[in-house]
C-alpha cells in the first residue's frame, strides 16, 4: 500500500549501503541503517499501542536516531511531533496537553520532570539520549529490521510544528504528506542536489529549516550529511572541507567571517551556500562573496509554509532580497484593505501552493483568520515585490523577533515580565544584533515605591522561559512612550535603542 512521504523519501533507500550521516564521533550510518534503526522504533511504538494518527511529542539532543524516529513516524502512520530541548517543563505540559501526544520521548535527565509533565495528559514516556541508549532504545532492540509501511495519503497529517503566538499562545502548524513532499521535491531541483553532494548540518531539527528543508532535500536526493550537534565554528570549518554545500542560519556566515581562516582556499571546493530562518544583512552577502567568492543564496519560508521564495541557483542573487516564489508557489503583496498592491508596493505577504500548511490544530478560528477564502495565507510579513518578482522582506507586522533563527514573540515575555516583583508595566523589541540578527531588549518600569532588581528578574524567568527567548538586557524606565490611543510605541523604542548592541 503506498506511503508517499516514507516511500519517497525513506523506503527508497532501502538495502542502500551508500553513507547518509557522518557522525561526530566519526561512525557512519547508511541509509539503510537509517531504515533498520527506524523498523525498531516503529515496532516499539505500536508495540505501546500507538496507531496511526497518535502524536509523537519528542524532546531530545539532536542525534541519528532523532531522525530515525522521524522515519519511524512516518512508516507507521504517526504524527511527529518535534520541540525545542530547551523548553521548560510548564511550556512542555502545553505542548502535551494541546496536541494531545500518546507518547512524549525526551531524555534520560528530564524524565523524572516530564513525567509529572506527561502523566496528568496520558502521554506515556519513554527516553532516549543522543548516544542511542535509553527505555525507548531498549525496546526497539531485537525487533524485527523490517516494518509494514502503513498506507498514507497526501493528504494525511505527517507533522506538527508549533509556532509561538502573538497572545503567548502556542499554535500547532499541521503539515500534510503533500507539503512535505511537494516543498523537499521543488528544493532540491531549484538548489541542484544530487546523490553526490555532502551537506553540512549544523542546525537544529526541531524545526523546518534543520529538519524538513535540509533532511528532506539530503534523503530525496539520496546524498549525504555531515551531522554536527550544532554550531562549533571550530567544528564546523572542519567540516567544510568534506562538504559540497551548507544551509545555516546568518550567525553562521558571520561567525566564520570573524575566522581569518574562512577563505577562498577553505571554501574554494563548496558548491552552494544557503541562508534563512532570518534576515540577512545585504553587508553579510556582500562581505561573504568578497572573502570567499561565495555568494551566499537566501531564501524564505516559514513553519507554516515551509519554503516560500528563494534566490536563483543561477542568475542574479541579489543582496537584502529573498528572492523570487518558487515554481508552483504564489506571491502577492496586499494592503490592510486586502487590496493587490503593485510592485514596489510595501505591504502584507500573502502565499498560495502545496506547501502552504492545513491549518492551526485544534483552532480553527485562527485558521479561518490566517487565510483567505482562495486559498492565500496571510503571513504576517511585510514586504515588497520588485518589478520582475523578486520579494524583499522588509518588517514583521505581528513584532516577531528572530534571534539566531529562533522565533521569539514579544507577548509571552511581556506576561512573564509583568508577574515579576516590583515590575509595573514591560515592552519586549527586538533590536539589531551583529551575530544573532535581532536581540531581545526588555523595557520595563517600576511599581510605586519598588525597585526592581533586573538581575533577579532574568532569573525568575529562566525558570519558565526558554533560554533563548530570555532578554540580553532589562531596562528600567520612568515610563513607556505611548501615542494617543495609550498604545506603547515599539517602533520609537526600537529606533532608539537599535544601536545598543552594536548591529
Known amino acids: 500500500m503506498p506511503n508517499p512521504l516514507y516511500d519517497t523519501l525513506f523506503g527508497r533507500h532501502a538495502g542502500a549501503t551508500t553513507p547518509f550521516l557522518y557522525l561526530p564521533e566519526g561512525s557512519v550510518w547508511t541509509h539503510a541503517d537509517l531504515l533498520t534503526r527506524a523498523a525498531g522504533f516503529a515496532h516499539a511504538m505500536t508495540g505501546l499501542g500507538l496507531l496511526p494518527g497518535d502524536r509523537l511529542a519528542v524532546q531530545i539532543d ?124 521543488v528544493l532540491t531541483d531549484v538548489w541542484r542536489f544530487t546523490a553526490t553532494d555532502v ?113 536563483p541557483y543561477e542568475g542574479d542573487r541579489r543582496p537584502g532580497t529573498v528572492g523570487l516564489p518558487l515554481p508552483g508557489t504564489e506571491i502577492r503583496i496586499r494592503d490592510g484593505a486586502g487590496h493587490d498592491l503593485p510592485p514596489g508596493g510595501i505591504g502584507n505577504v500573502e502565499v498560495r501552493g502545496p506547501n502552504v500548511f492545513m491549518g492551526y490544530w485544534e483552532m480553527p478560528e485562527k485558521t479561518a483568520a490566517d487565510m483567505r477564502v482562495d486559498g492565500f495565507f496571510i503571513t504576517g510579513d511585510l514586504g515588497q515585490l520588485s518589478d520582475d518578482g523578486y520579494l524583499t522582506i522588509v518588517g514583521r507586522a505581528k513584532d516577531l523577533i528572530i534571534a539566531g533563527g529562533f522565533n521569539i514573540y514579544p507577548k509571552e515575555i511581556e506576561e512573564a515580565l509583568d508577574a515579576q516583583p516590583g515590575v509595573g508595566e514591560s515592552a519586549v523589541i527586538g533590536v539589531p544584533h551583529p551575530d544573532l540578527g535581532e536581540a531581545v531588549l526588555a523595557l520595563i518600569t517600576a511599581r510605586k515605591g519598588a525597585t526592581p532588581d533586573p538581575t533577579a528578574i532574568l532569573a525568575s524567568l529562566s525558570q519558565s522561559l526558554a533560554r533563548f527567548k530570555l532578554p540580553r538586557r532589562i531596562i528600567i524606565l520612568p515610563d513607556l512612550p505611548r501615542n494617543a490611543m495609550g498604545k506603547v510605541q515599539k517602533a520609537a523604542l526600537r529606533e532608539t535603542y537599535r544601536a545598543i548592541f552594536g548591529g
Do not use: W
Request: aromatic share 6%.
Open 199 to 311: 551537506l553540512l548540518h549544523a542546525l537544529p531539527i526541531y524545526h523546518t529549516h534543520g529538519l524538513f528543508v535540509a533532511t528532506n532535500v539530503s534523503l530525496l536526493a539520496g546524498g549525504a550529511m555531515i551531522f554536527q550537534p550544532r554550531l562549533d565554528i571550530d567544528a564546523l570549518i572542519g567540516a567544510l572541507r568534506q562538504a559540497t554545500t551548507m544551509m545555516g542560519v546568518p550567525t553562521f556566515y558571520t561567525r566564520l567571517l570573524a575566522d581569518t581562516r574562512c577563505d577562498h582556499t577553505l571554501t574554494a571546493h563548496m558548491r552552494l551556500f544557503i541562508s534563512g530562518s532570518a534576515p540577512l544583512l545585504a553587508e553579510t552577502h556582500r562581505d561573504f562573496t568578497a572573502r570567499t567568492g561565495h555568494q551566499i543564496l537566501e531564501r524564505y519560508g516559514m513553519t507554516e509554509t515551509n519554503m516560500n521564495t528563494s534566490n
Open 62 to 185: 539532536k542525534s541519528a536516531d532523532a531522525l530515525a524516529l522521524y522515519a519511524a513516524c512516518a512508516q507507521a502512520g504517526l504524527v511527529f511531533l518535534p520541540l525545542n530541548p530547551g523548553y521548560t517543563a510548564p511550556e512542555m505540559d502545553y505542548f502535551i496537553g494541546n496536541s494531545g501526544a500518546a507518547l512524549l520521548v525526551c531524555t534520560l535527565d528530564r524524565a523524572p520532570e516530564l513525567a509529572e509533565v506527561a502523566a496528568p495528559h496520558g502521554a506515556q514516556l519513554q527516553t532516549l539520549d543522543s548516544d542511542g541508549t535509553g527505555t525507548l532504545a531498549d525496546l526497539a532492540q531485537g525487533q524485527r529490521t523490517i516494518y509494514p509501511t502503513v498506507a498514507r495519503a497526501e493528504t494525511d497529517l505527517a507533522a506538527i510544528l508549533y509556532t509561538s503566538g502573538t497572545t503567548g499562545r502556542a499554535k500547532g502548524a499541521m503539515l500534510s504528506q503533500r507539503n512535505l513532499l511537494s516543498n523537499a521535491q
